[in-house]
């Protein structure tokens, strides 16, 4: 019987490459800085000179705790290699984020026609039916702006829409910090 040894091809060469280059500072958990980034999809773009990913198709990010899902995401980094921007989207549905920025609040939940994650500013923008929930709250419109460290958040509607942003706040437990 004779074995083969694997030899990779350009496109996982390429693949790998990449993704131990987009090594990031996302804002989650702090000790998830230091974990790289993973990224799945279909398919792939890498613009060296732009510093630009560009993925396609069932796209999953992984970082600590921090969860990207959408149909196409587009990664831009500084010329450091750090983050600097990540925008996912899915077209005629809602990309999905999930975060954990602080160990002892609840997690972040979000979901939006397209997220802009702009970890250097600790901001999240979601616009096109956006929601957001932390533990029991919960804040939906057409674009929302929250901060993952300090977790103020923004909420508006399109002023062509009848509709209103809705903000469901939950009382802390007696005797408990929210």
């Given at each position: ?86 925008v996912a989207n899915t077209p005629k549905g809602q990309a999905y984020m999930r975060d954990l920025p602080d160990p002892i609040k609840p997690e972040v939940e979000a979901w939006g026609e397209v997220i802009d994650y702009l970890p250097s500013q600790d901001l999240v923008i979601l616009t096109g039916q ?49």
């Amino acid at each position: 019987m004779t074995t083969t040894a694997y030899r990779p091809n350009k496109l996982s060469t390429f693949i790998l490459f990449t993704l131990v280059f987009i090594v990031t500072e996302a804002k989650a958990l702090p000790e998830d800085r230091e974990l790289p980034l993973q990224v799945k999809a279909q398919s792939m773009q890498w613009n060296n000179q732009q510093q630009q990913a560009t993925y396609q198709g069932d796209v999953e990010v992984h970082q600590g705790e921090l969860v990207i899902e959408a149909a196409n995401l587009k990664i831009l980094r500084t010329t450091t290699g750090e983050l600097k921007q990540a925008v996912a989207n899915t077209p005629k549905g809602q990309a999905y984020m999930r975060d954990l920025p602080d160990p002892i609040k609840p997690e972040v939940e979000a979901w939006g026609e397209v997220i802009d994650y702009l970890p250097s500013q600790d901001l999240v923008i979601l616009t096109g039916q956006a929601r957001l929930i932390q533990g029991t709250d919960s804040f939906t419109g057409h674009k929302l702006v929250y901060n993952l460290v300090t977790q103020d958040i923004q909420a508006e509607q399109k002023s062509s829409s009848d509709t209103r942003v809705e903000v469901i706040l939950t009382p802390a437990p007696k005797g408990a910090e929210k």
